[in-house]
């Protein structure tokens, strides 16, 4: 497969030789390309076809299993997130996850945001404040929470909680923040509202976003992958892809012909 880097601007992600196996399954074949600096990329494809799988690569979620294992290079900035000696727990400082299921703590609003910055060893209560405030305000979700910071975080609607797993998410500066279906269990509403917080957290990260819906990936993202089976197929500009694909089987997908 031949690298794909067609991007007008800094790039923040460079992905070369890359394989990925859970144990002898190869579930991620060949993948060359490179992503740029602050924008929305939107990774679409069948069910299966291994979105999930790549999203997680970007801060070696899967090495919580010690059968999988990862080919390549993964460059971020200069960084070979591969690389064995990596600090896995400022990897995952850089590269922040937001699930498709809202999992907020069984605890208060603010202790949901306050635990990852304790865990980083904020203990001055001013900059906790802080930092929390600002987390959930760039989330989109301090005007709805300010006057109940210490109730129980649960109790809040699924769009809510959401935005409070973005918060605590963007709370400890990621650089890249990858959303894995993250509006998939939302209402219409809700789902609107973490499209524009990923338009504008955009602005200063750099978001990988796994969607099955063609729609969002069009509204949101300034370029798209298409993936099939492990493989490349197609990689461009959003409004290109959605409007002349290049390959049969991506205008198939964008046709709804399969998947
Ligand atoms: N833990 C695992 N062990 C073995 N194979 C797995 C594991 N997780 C996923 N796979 C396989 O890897 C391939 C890619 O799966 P993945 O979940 O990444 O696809 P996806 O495109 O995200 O699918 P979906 O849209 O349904 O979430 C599939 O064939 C899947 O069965």
Redesign the pocket.
């Known amino acids: 497969m031949k690298y794909i880097c067609k991007i007008d601007g800094k790039q923040k992600i460079d992905v070369r030789n890359f394989n990925f196996y859970?144990?002898k399954?190869l579930?991620l074949k060949d993948l060359n390309f490179c992503i740029k600096e602050n924008t929305i990329l939107a990774l679409i494809?069948?069910?299966?076809?291994?979105?999930?799988?790549?999203a997680r690569c970007f801060n070696r979620m899967h090495d919580l299993?010690i059968n999988n294992h990862y080919e390549g290079e993964i460059f971020i900035d200069d960084t070979n997130i591969l690389d064995p000696k990596i600090d896995l727990i400022e990897l995952r400082d850089r590269v922040g996850m937001v699930f498709q299921k809202p999992t907020a703590f069984p605890m208060s609003i603010f202790e949901n945001i306050a635990f990852g910055l304790k865990l980083k060893g904020i203990k001055n209560k001013t900059e906790l404040k802080d930092r929390v405030e600002k987390a959930l305000k760039d989330a989109a979700l301090w005007d709805e929470v300010k006057d109940r910071l210490d109730k129980l975080a649960t109790n809040l609607s699924g769009g809510q909680q959401q935005r409070l797993c973005i918060a605590r998410a963007i709370a400890v500066d990621p650089e890249v923040l990858v959303f894995d279906?993250s509006t998939a269990s939302l209402d219409p509403i809700s789902t609107s509202k973490i499209e524009d917080l990923m338009v504008e957290l955009s602005k200063k990260l750099t978001i990988i976003a796994?969607t099955?819906n063609l729609q969002q990936a069009a509204r949101v993202s300034e370029y798209t992958f298409f993936?099939l089976d492990?493989e490349a197929i197609e990689y461009d500009k959003t409004n290109i892809m959605f409007t002349n694909p290049k390959d049969k089987k991506t205008q198939d997908y964008i046709m709804g012909r399969f998947g």
């Open positions: 859970y144990g399954k579930a494809g069948p069910s299966g076809s291994g979105k999930t799988t790549l299993y279906e796994v099955h993936l492990g």
